[in-house]
């Protein structure tokens, strides 16, 4: 049996990465107390035994006293032989208020206390810490469109293999912050920028000028070099230690050249290797949404 425990800060995109996992044939519950976690796959086992997939989502609206018991809860259910993933979104402090400030909804902590809405978000990270550490998978939607975080977790959730590790490489831009999902972070700023040059500014790591222009240095094959040694000497050490995700990402000042064309070397060198390798670049995916809107509106 396959368990996903979708958690995550209130207004992270919860609901709605658990309506994706019941569009793919999940048995799905909302908002399940952690103390019934055990209950309910006793009860499934023997009176629904055909229900091979099971998504439950778990956030601040259980009791401290649950959430602080969820790693002991969790480690229950894996040495009965449960396929257990933990799957956790968060968004960046300031988006999360400007979601609620949208939508006009009360957030869960503010419900039975005199919290403010910036205050209840803060304290909620508190709250969730003890599923944050236990997380397999943890996504940051600040960025992520409804769709984007639907195909998230279809692709990566619902298609993971057990004892298999899925392998992310994501491009990124400092201007915009590290990835709060990133479990490994190289910082390139110091390689020769294409930005400078008024020809390929408007290019990227992916086009062929910008990658001639960065392989005509030496420096830039010495980072790719050392970057993919030391992955090559650790992912297998991660592997061993039963990870089934890992993301490194690379950035550099507005991850648009750099970051992008030693992210796309990696995943290729790197695919042939791991079963599961997804690609993503975060500043082209966002300029690319923005390029459709204004298209849109247009």
């Known amino acids: 049996m396959q368990l996903v425990i979708i958690s995550g800060r209130s207004g992270s995109g919860k609901s709605i990465a658990l309506q994706a996992l019941e569009d793919l044939g999940y048995y799905a519950i909302d908002n399940l107390p952690a103390m019934l976690l055990a209950p309910l796959i006793d009860q499934l086992e023997v009176g ?3 229900r091979r997939r099971i998504a439950v989502s778990i956030d601040a609206r259980n009791l401290p006293d649950a959430l602080e018991r969820f790693p002991e809860l969790l480690e229950g259910l894996t040495q009965r032989g449960l396929d257990a993933q933990v799957v956790y979104l ?4 300031k988006i999360l208020l400007e979601r609620y400030s949208a939508t006009r909804r009360r957030h869960p902590l503010t419900r039975e206390s005199q919290m403010t ?9 508190h709250f969730l810490a003890p599923i944050r550490h236990t997380a397999d998978l943890v996504i940051d939607t600040s960025n ?5 975080l639907r195909g998230r977790i279809s692709e990566q959730v619902a298609r993971h293999t057990e004892k298999q590790l899925t392998l992310t490489f994501e491009s990124f831009g400092f201007k915009r912050g590290v990835p709060l999902d990133a479990d490994m972070v190289f910082d390139v700023r110091c390689l020769p920028n294409p930005y400078w040059d008024p020809q390929l500014r408007s290019s990227t790591g992916q086009d062929a000028d910008v990658i001639a222009f960065l392989e005509n240095y030496s420096d830039v094959q010495a980072m790719y070099d050392d970057i993919r040694q030391w992955l090559e000497r650790w992912l297998p050490a991660h592997l061993a ?3 089934s995700y890992l993301t490194v990402a690379i950035g550099c000042t507005g991850g648009q050249h750099r970051s992008v064309y030693l992210i796309e070397r990696l995943a290729i060198h790197f695919a042939t290797q791991f079963p599961s390798v997804r690609l993503r670049h975060r ?3 966002i300029q690319k949404a923005m390029g459709e809107e204004v298209h849109a509106a247009s």
């Open 283 to 285: 500043e082209l995916s």
């Open 241 to 243: 230690s039963n990870r």
């Open 48 to 50: 629904s035994p055909h």
């Open 144 to 148: 992520l469109s409804v769709h984007d």
């Open 117 to 125: 809405l910036a205050e209840a978000i803060e304290s909620e990270q």
């Open 90 to 93: 968060t968004a960046d402090s």
